[in-house]
């Protein structure tokens, strides 16, 4: 009824990867209900994030004043009631807290050189922001020590396709389902943390499309599939590598399309012949007869493609996984035509956009290496001047640790959580409670703001524009919907005001000066502009022409590598870092639940959100359940070699006997107290997927 509200506005979802459009309806200056539009990802669906998530925004806990430590504060530590934070915290002006954060972080710099201060951004701000946020570093502190939560995400899934395919991001949009007869569904549960994704899969497998799901723990989307290999957790090269074992040994494989557009087949065949899958079995418990089924599935299909997610990424073999999945397409030359890709899901709603924008250590914006002289003396001249460091920055796990030994005295934390997101979180919290200076911008005193010196109250992605760019390269308008509370501020603001304090030249009055900048060194961006934006609701990079909807599918001619070839990169099988033994005898696994996002900072706010699941809880099997002697619904205490909690166990049938799952949501009963912070030497990931546990009956 148009009488129950005042006015509407087109968005996006703040939540996950997929970038599902909105209409928000907005009575007496709040949002008053999200419905689902017509959008290139979501067709009209939202899940129950996008639906009913978005109250928090109104949550009395928002942020609404700039706050400063008190200097009678009690020991810096995760002792701050967010609803009464006055023991700790004052209330102070903008400017005072704007001069406070800068002067902070500019006499470290003048003291201990640039080198001792750090940034986090995130995938929650827009890519003006995250743009923004990775300059703030490189120019006004002199090196690339600037990172986001893509490390703790993807981080993997890119190295691994920078290397083997020449480019980060996806090669077909999910969408492209709807064309491929057969989909490998590996290391994801997209009915959980991509719903939307996921109806698009469920609509593949109705129309008779073959799925074949991968994944050590069950997942809901199993009912919809041909097959379901659920395999031993920690094992996805042997998995994988005998799939295409049975390819090489059968002939299955594409050899025009190797001939024509890979490099490196012939060491990977002769490589690849170890891997059978009687000896492979043995270790990641598939039958061999189940693995030569799927291969020749997958081998035998016109136009196959494979998701993955953070199952496959979150381990210390995370990019050898990632290159598994490659070789696996460019075998059956399953990419560059409709139907056929390699879609890493990515999680947060501009994690994406955010790592294009340069938020990552290693690369300039559009993955242009730090280290290339050229890249250098671009963006020297875009900077008016700046000169960059030529060496690739710290990672969020190493910068941490740097924090930790002391070598880092100085943080600017932009909306990420790291005293709830990183791995053996107590070791995080003790290193934030070390910095000189912490500046913590973001929109609820989140657990990281409990360390902080400087708290800058921010905005919610309805409350501010700017664009960002979903799993599937689409560029998208999030249009501002509602003013933010109180004082708060848009975050680019707030980046533009402190960085005129520590000295640099910045003069932009609107994102879109901000976009028009980063045109000038991404080709991503070509031919995309915000009035095209604004005019068309999403355009899908690379676009070839101001009326080219742009590429759903990429890579039809080649890769962006030498020779436009792809390459086939062999993978070894590595142990986890850590494997059960008598005192740790089971595997401990994280991720997320469909009600709750990431840290809990913004669904926990949510009314529905939080009605629907509200209390910490993890899966065991029901046998591991009675063998413990604790009823579903009990508590259940769970120990590693970093720490302990105590949660409400469930029995779910979904998860091996050997195995517990622990959503990262709850503070209560963090699930990174016990993650090992064992990382990937290639992407830098932590090993979020497996750790050797103990559970008891407490
Ligand atoms: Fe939001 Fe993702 Fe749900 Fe879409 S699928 S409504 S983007 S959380």
Same mark, same amino acid.
């Given at each position: 009824?148009?009488?129950?509200?005042?006015?509407?506005?087109?968005?996006?979802?703040?939540?996950?990867?997929?970038?599902?459009?909105?209409?928000?309806?907005?009575?007496?200056?709040?949002?008053?209900?999200?419905?689902?539009?017509? &959008?290139?990802?979501?067709?009209?669906?939202?899940?129950?994030? &996008?639906?009913?998530?978005?109250?928090?925004?109104?949550?009395?806990?928002?942020?609404?004043?700039?706050?400063?430590?008190?200097?009678?504060?009690?020991?810096?530590?995760?002792?701050?009631?967010?609803?009464?934070?006055?023991?700790?915290?004052?209330?102070?002006?903008?400017?005072?807290?704007?001069?406070?954060?800068?002067?902070?972080?500019?006499?470290?710099? *003048?003291?201990?050189? &640039?080198?001792?201060?750090? &940034?986090?951004? *995130?995938?929650?701000?827009?890519?003006?922001?995250?743009?923004?946020?990775?300059?703030?570093?490189?120019?006004?502190?002199?090196?690339?020590?600037?990172?986001?939560?893509?490390?703790?995400?993807?981080?993997?899934?890119?190295?691994?396709?920078?290397?083997?395919?020449?480019?980060?991001?996806?090669?077909?949009?999910?969408?492209?389902?709807?064309?491929?007869?057969?989909?490998?569904?590996?290391?994801?549960?997209?009915?959980?943390?991509?719903?939307?994704?996921?109806?698009?899969?469920?609509?593949?497998?109705?129309?008779?499309?073959?799925?074949?799901?991968?994944?050590?723990?069950?997942?809901?989307?199993?009912?919809?599939?041909?097959?379901?290999?659920? @395999?031993?957790?920690?094992?996805?090269?042997?998995?994988?590598?005998?799939?295409?074992?049975?390819?090489?040994?059968?002939?299955?494989?594409?050899?025009?399309?190797?001939?024509? @557009?890979?490099?490196? @087949?012939?060491?990977?065949?002769?490589?690849?012949?170890?891997?059978?899958?009687? !000896?492979?079995?043995?270790?990641?418990?598939?039958?061999?007869?189940?693995?030569?089924?799927?291969?020749?599935?997958?081998?035998?299909?016109?136009?196959?493609?494979?998701?993955?997610?953070?199952?496959?990424?979150?381990?210390?073999?995370?990019?050898?996984?990632?290159?598994?999945?490659?070789?696996?397409?460019?075998?059956?030359?399953?990419?560059?035509?409709?139907?056929?890709?390699?879609?890493?899901?990515?999680?947060?709603?501009?994690?994406?956009?955010?790592?294009?924008?340069?938020?990552?250590?290693?690369?300039?914006?559009?993955?242009?290496?730090?280290?290339?002289?050229?890249?250098?003396?671009?963006?020297?001249?875009?900077?008016?001047?700046?000169?960059?460091?030529?060496?690739?920055?710290?990672?969020?796990?190493?910068?941490?640790?740097?924090?930790? !030994?002391?070598?880092?005295?100085?943080?600017?934390?932009?909306?990420?959580?790291?005293?709830?997101?990183?791995?053996?979180?107590?070791?995080?919290?003790?290193?934030?409670?070390?910095?000189? /200076?912490?500046?913590?911008?973001?929109?609820?005193?989140?657990?990281?703001?409990?360390?902080?010196?400087?708290?800058?109250?921010?905005?919610?992605?309805?409350?501010?524009?700017?664009?960002?760019?979903?799993?599937?390269?689409?560029?998208?308008?999030?249009?501002?919907?509602?003013?933010?509370?109180?004082?708060?501020?848009?975050?680019?603001?707030?980046?533009?005001?402190?960085?005129? !304090?520590?000295?640099?030249?910045?003069?932009?009055?609107?994102?879109?000066?901000?976009?028009?900048?980063?045109?000038?060194?991404?080709?991503?961006?070509?031919?995309?502009?915000?009035?095209?934006?604004? !005019?068309?609701?999403?355009?899908?990079?690379?676009?070839?022409?101001?009326?080219?909807?742009?590429?759903?599918?990429?890579?039809?001619?080649?890769?962006?590598?030498?020779?436009?070839?792809?390459?086939?990169?062999?993978?070894?099988?590595?142990?986890?870092?850590?494997?059960?033994?008598?005192?740790?005898?089971?595997?401990?696994?994280?991720?997320?639940?469909?009600? /709750?996002? /990431?840290?809990?900072?913004?669904?926990?706010?949510?009314?529905?959100?939080?009605?629907?699941?509200?209390?910490?809880?993890?899966?065991?099997?029901?046998?591991?359940?009675?063998?413990?002697?604790?009823?579903?619904?009990?508590?259940?205490?769970?120990?590693?070699?970093?720490?302990?909690?105590?949660?409400?166990?469930?029995?779910?049938?979904?998860?091996?006997?050997?195995?517990?799952?622990?959503?990262?949501?709850?503070?209560?009963?963090?699930?990174?107290?016990?993650?090992?912070?064992?990382?990937?030497?290639?992407?830098?990931?932590?090993? @979020?997927?497996?750790?050797?546990?103990?559970?008891?009956?407490?």
């Amino acid at each position: 009824d148009s009488k129950d509200f005042d006015s509407e506005q087109q968005s996006v979802c703040p939540f996950c990867g997929v970038g599902c459009q909105v209409s928000v309806k907005i009575k007496d200056g709040k949002v008053k209900s999200v419905e689902g539009i017509n &959008g290139p990802a979501n067709e009209g669906r939202l899940c129950v994030k &996008g639906r009913f998530g978005f109250d928090y925004i109104h949550h009395p806990h928002r942020l609404t004043k700039p706050l400063i430590r008190r200097e009678d504060a009690p020991e810096k530590g995760l002792n701050v009631d967010p609803s009464n934070p006055w023991t700790h915290f004052r209330e102070a002006t903008w400017e005072e807290a704007l001069d406070k954060a800068a002067h902070g972080l500019q006499d470290l710099r *003048s003291y201990y050189g &640039g080198q001792s201060v750090a &940034g986090f951004g *995130s995938a929650k701000c827009t890519n003006e922001e995250a743009y923004l946020f990775q300059k703030f570093i490189r120019q006004g502190f002199g090196h690339n020590n600037v990172d986001h939560c893509t490390r703790l995400c993807h981080a993997s899934s890119v190295s691994a396709l920078m290397e083997n395919v020449g480019s980060g991001a996806v090669t077909a949009t999910f969408n492209e389902i709807e064309n491929a007869d057969v989909a490998i569904v590996i290391g994801s549960n997209p009915t959980e943390n991509h719903p939307v994704a996921a109806t698009y899969f469920k609509q593949f497998t109705k129309r008779g499309g073959e799925l074949i799901i991968m994944d050590p723990r069950g997942t809901a989307m199993k009912r919809h599939a041909k097959h379901m290999l659920q @395999f031993r957790p920690g094992t996805d090269v042997s998995l994988l590598n005998a799939i295409m074992n049975v390819i090489v040994e059968e002939k299955l494989y594409d050899r025009q399309y190797i001939e024509g @557009f890979t490099e490196g @087949f012939f060491e990977f065949r002769d490589h690849i012949r170890a891997f059978t899958p009687e !000896r492979m079995s043995e270790l990641c418990g598939i039958a061999p007869e189940v693995i030569r089924e799927v291969a020749r599935t997958f081998a035998g299909a016109q136009r196959a493609m494979i998701f993955w997610g953070m199952g496959v990424s979150q381990h210390i073999h995370g990019t050898d996984n990632a290159r598994c999945l490659i070789s696996l397409a460019l075998l059956c030359g399953h990419v560059g035509r409709p139907g056929t890709g390699l879609h890493p899901l990515r999680g947060q709603n501009n994690v994406q956009g955010a790592s294009d924008a340069g938020l990552i250590p290693q690369f300039m914006p559009d993955y242009q290496s730090v280290t290339d002289p050229e890249v250098r003396s671009l963006f020297r001249h875009i900077w008016k001047g700046t000169d960059l460091l030529d060496q690739p920055g710290l990672t969020v796990v190493e910068i941490m640790d740097r924090v930790y !030994r002391g070598e880092i005295k100085g943080m600017y934390i932009l909306g990420e959580n790291p005293a709830m997101s990183d791995p053996d979180v107590e070791h995080a919290r003790r290193a934030l409670a070390q910095l000189d /200076h912490l500046v913590v911008q973001d929109i609820f005193l989140t657990e990281t703001a409990n360390f902080a010196d400087v708290i800058l109250p921010a905005s919610a992605l309805p409350e501010k524009s700017g664009t960002v760019t979903n799993t599937n390269r689409q560029v998208q308008v999030a249009r501002k919907v509602v003013d933010a509370p109180g004082e708060a501020r848009e975050d680019w603001e707030i980046l533009v005001a402190l960085a005129r !304090r520590i000295g640099l030249d910045w003069d932009y009055d609107d994102p879109r000066e901000v976009f028009d900048e980063m045109k000038m060194s991404m080709r991503s961006l070509h031919h995309i502009t915000w009035k095209r934006l604004e !005019r068309d609701s999403a355009v899908t990079y690379p676009t070839f022409g101001p009326d080219d909807p742009g590429q759903s599918v990429v890579f039809a001619d080649g890769f962006p590598r030498r020779a436009g070839r792809a390459k086939f990169t062999p993978a070894r099988v590595t142990p986890p870092a850590e494997v059960p033994d008598e005192s740790f005898p089971m595997i401990l696994t994280t991720g997320r639940q469909l009600e /709750h996002w /990431h840290t809990g900072s913004m669904t926990r706010r949510a009314t529905v959100l939080d009605a629907v699941e509200p209390e910490a809880n993890c899966s065991l099997h029901p046998s591991t359940l009675r063998k413990l002697g604790v009823e579903p619904g009990g508590l259940v205490r769970l120990t590693t070699r970093r720490g302990a909690v105590e949660v409400m166990a469930r029995a779910d049938r979904a998860v091996a006997p050997d195995m517990v799952f622990l959503p990262f949501a709850y503070v209560e009963a963090a699930a990174n107290i016990l993650t090992n912070p064992a990382l990937d030497p290639f992407g830098k990931i932590p090993e @979020f997927k497996y750790s050797a546990v103990r559970v008891e009956n407490p």
